[in-house]
């Protein structure tokens, strides 16, 4: 199973992006799928995880800013970010949830200026 994060870019503060994850292999429907960030300096952590049944859940951080969502058909996971700040530039990746190590792709770099 291969997964690509794609999206990423240089933004000011308050603007927004949004990630894509293309999953190889059909494992977004039966999976609780997550995006993970890390920023330089600081250890991998979560940011959004979306079950299998479609609920939703988010690091205290993004809430009320990022939202999670999923394409089941294309196998695609999405993050969309608003309201960015410089405390969000990071490497963002996704993968299952909870994360398993063999499936952690190269990531997209997210960087917000202030």
């Known amino acids: 199973v291969q997964l690509q994060a794609s999206g990423g870019g240089l933004v000011q503060a308050g603007g927004s992006l949004s990630l894509s994850c293309s999953v190889s292999g059909s494992i977004v429907r039966a999976n609780n799928m997550a995006w993970y960030r890390r920023a330089p300096g600081k250890q991998r952590e979560w940011v959004a995880f979306?079950?299998?049944?479609?609920?939703?859940e988010y690091r205290g951080s993004v809430k009320g800013r990022f939202t999670i969502s999923r394409d089941n058909d294309r196998n695609t996971v999405y993050l969309q970010m608003n309201n960015l700040k410089p405390e969000d530039t990071a490497v963002y990746y996704c993968?299952?949830?909870?994360?398993?190590?063999?499936?952690w792709g190269q990531g997209t770099q997210v960087t917000v200026s202030s």
């Open positions: 979306i079950t299998s049944g479609g609920s939703a």
């Open positions: 993968n299952r949830h909870p994360y398993e190590s063999a499936m």
